[in-house]
């Protein structure tokens, strides 16, 4: 029985990561746009004040709030509302990781005093770097890589058209 749970867990863990990387690529990029358009001083420098297992305490909030929504998002679309079941995940992940980015980014150093954390968190990024090494890894990356050149590219001529119609009506 344990032969067959070992390959499955390792599957379900990979999958739970890919998704995982796949939503912090889109959340590091918000989380530091609010960084920087949002001023909130008195409550960055509250959150520096707080001690570390406050700070873990804070730092907990988002995932037992917004964990929840995810077997709601599944609920929903296993009743027929897949979009509501999609933008129900999407919307609740995504809020969940750009708020426990910043946290983590601001109470990162006392939370690495808490001994259990610190293990914990060497063993996730152990095991984000053992999946970053993996050839699949290896090949999303290139794929999205292309994709975003694309994008880049598309967009870039879409504005460029868009420039040179403003320019012709000038």
């Known amino acids: 029985m344990q032969r067959i749970l070992k390959p499955i867990?390792?599957?379900l863990a990979t999958i739970y990561f890919l998704v995982d990387a796949v939503f912090m690529a889109v959340a590091r990029p918000i989380a530091r746009w609010i960084g920087r358009h949002f001023e909130f001083r008195r409550l960055r420098a509250w959150i520096r004040s707080l001690s570390p297992y406050a700070s873990l305490a804070l730092f907990s909030v988002p995932v037992i709030v917004l964990e929840p929504i995810k077997p709601v998002a599944a609920y929903l679309t296993a009743t027929g509302q897949v979009l509501?079941?999609?933008v129900t995940f999407?919307?609740?992940e995504l809020l969940k990781l750009v708020l426990v980015e910043r946290l983590f980014h601001l109470?990162?150093?006392?939370?690495?005093?808490?001994?259990?954390?610190a293990w914990a968190y060497g063993k996730y990024a152990a095991a984000k770097a053992w999946l970053q090494?993996?050839?699949?890894?290896?090949?999303?990356?290139a794929?999205?890589?292309?994709v975003r050149d694309v994008v880049a590219r598309a967009r870039a001529r879409l504005v460029g058209s868009f420039s040179r119609l403003a320019a012709s009506r000038d």
């Open 9 to 11: 867990t390792y599957i």
């Open 84 to 86: 509501s079941g999609a």
């Open 90 to 92: 999407i919307v609740g």
């Open 107 to 117: 109470t990162r150093d006392k939370l690495m005093r808490i001994r259990a954390f």
């Open 133 to 141: 090494a993996t050839e699949a890894w290896r090949a999303i990356r």
């Open 143 to 146: 794929v999205s890589r292309a």
